[in-house]
């Protein structure tokens, strides 16, 4: 089994920064990519950024010039770096990984997520 834990989260005013740290661990030969998404209350969870082993990062729209993913050494350790934050990131954001405990086999994980709140 494979645990994603998540820290970082806050409250913040509008232009302050924040960064969500996802650390996993357990049975792991290699991960593929891990991700941040995010929930806010009535809304479809949706991807916020991703990096791959490989180190190809993608990002929303919505936080492209604000967020930075990043990976500190392997990939059992990353980070979104959150700048620049506006009412409308607050939500839960979840550390999302894909994950080979043996080469053969994929599996996908969640953490349990973080609350991140925006005020005016």
């Known amino acids: 089994q494979v645990q994603l834990v998540e820290s970082g989260g806050g409250l913040v005013q509008a232009g302050g920064s924040l960064r969500l740290s996802c650390a996993a661990s357990g049975r792991i030969f290699s991960i593929n990519v891990m991700e941040w998404y995010r929930q806010a209350p009535g809304k479809q969870r949706e991807l916020v950024a991703g990096?791959?082993?490989?180190?190809?990062?993608n990002y929303a729209d919505s936080v492209k010039g604000r967020f930075t993913i990043s990976r500190d050494g392997g990939l059992n350790l990353v980070s979104l770096q959150m700048n620049s934050l506006k009412p409308e990131d607050t939500a839960l954001y979840y550390c999302?990984?894909?994950?080979?405990?043996?080469?053969?086999?994929?599996?996908?994980?969640w953490g349990q997520g973080t609350q991140v709140t925006v005020a005016t």
């Open positions: 999302h990984a894909e994950v080979r405990a043996i080469p053969t086999i994929r599996n996908h994980f």
């Open positions: 990096i791959t082993s490989g180190g190809s990062t």
